[in-house]
T-cell receptor, first 113, second 117 residues
Framework: DTGVSQDPRHKITKRGQNVTFRCDPI?????LYWYRQTLGQGPEFLTY????????KSRLLSDRFSAERPKGSFSTLEIQRTEQGDSAMYLC???????????FGPGTRLTVL | AQTVTQSQPEMSVQEAETVTLSCTYD???????LFWYKQPPSRQMILVIR??????QNATENRFSVNFQKAAKSFSLKISDSQLGDAAMYFC??????????????FGRGTQLTVWP
């Protein structure tokens, strides 16, 4: 068990570019969550997958954001036409059930110039 | 609305002393879980302690314990015998049990804990 991993750890991009982040959950976990954490704030929920199904999306997730989990294993989060307001830490978490602990990855820090 | 309030942006404690971090929350649900997560600098968030709302007994994990006051919707974290490695941002979070929320966590804004040698 290597824990939840995220790639890349840091991403700097120019406004208007597209970026994609990857999350690899703990292998036996079928639930995967994405959160966004801005400076001075706690993480805020973005979206949730159970296996490959995306079951919930926050209103924070605008049309420029899309997330997938094609085979129920790793997940990707894509941001199109990035804006400076997208600068944040994007956290991924996984768990084995709704009531069990969520294990967090190290996050991807996005900076949009 | 589900909200979590941590009224102390920063706290400091001397090594080996005790510190208490405050958290209040607002929910109309009766079944939920409460958590304290620790986020060290540039490292991933890890769970410190959890409390089921239906349990009256306060949770403890070694040097970490909570004071859970359900009626007051208060959930404070006590760290005893503080160590330098306890220095981190601490987040209070909760999760309601009804399936409509699918297990998402609601977080406070965090308390930055400094431990002085």
């Amino acid at each position: 068990d290597t824990g939840v991993s995220q790639d890349p750890r840091h991403k700097i991009t120019k406004r208007g570019q597209n970026v994609t982040f990857r999350c690899d959950p703990i292998s036996e976990h079928n639930r995967l969550y994405w959160y966004r954490q801005t400076l001075g704030q706690g993480p805020e929920f973005l979206t949730y997958f159970q296996n490959e199904a995306q079951l919930e999306k926050s209103r924070l997730l605008s049309d420029r954001f899309s997330a997938e989990r094609p085979k129920g294993s790793f997940s990707t989060l894509e941001i199109q036409r990035t804006e400076q307001g997208d600068s944040a830490m994007y956290l991924c978490a996984s768990s084995s059930s709704e009531i069990r602990e969520q294990f967090f990855g190290p996050g991807t820090r996005l900076t949009v110039l | 609305a589900q909200t979590v309030t941590q009224s102390q942006p920063e706290m400091s404690v001397q090594e080996a002393e005790t510190v208490t971090l405050s958290c209040t929350y607002d929910t109309s649900e009766s079944d939920y879980y409460l958590f304290w997560y620790k986020q060290p600098p540039s490292r991933q968030m890890i769970l410190v302690i959890r409390q089921e709302a239906y349990k009256q007994q306060n949770a403890t994990e070694n040097r970490f314990s909570v004071n859970f006051q359900k009626a007051a919707k208060s959930f404070s974290l006590k760290i005893s015998d503080s160590q330098l490695g306890d220095a981190a941002m601490y987040f209070c979070a909760y999760r309601v049990l009804p399936r409509s929320t699918l297990g998402r966590l609601y977080f406070g804004r965090g308390t930055q804990l400094t431990v002085w040698p």
